[in-house]
């Protein structure tokens, strides 16, 4: 019984790192959306 104890908190642990550090859903290639592009910006300033 206790062994099945410390596989369920190891597991846990697993389960709650997976979630801190996987889920951020930010993707670092993607351009910010919020941002013209530099092209759009030069052709409105003139």
């Known amino acids: 019984m206790k062994h099945k104890k410390h596989i369920f908190a190891l597991m846990s642990m697993i ?4 979630f801190l550090f996987g889920c951020n859903g930010v993707d670092e290639d993607e ?3 919020s941002e013209e592009p530099s092209e759009q910006r030069e ?3 003139q």
Do not use: E, H, I
């Not at 389960?15 to 997976?18: C, K, Q, V």
């Open 43 to 45: 052709d409105n300033a």
């Open 15 to 18: 389960l709650s790192a997976g």
């Open 31 to 33: 351009p910010d959306p």
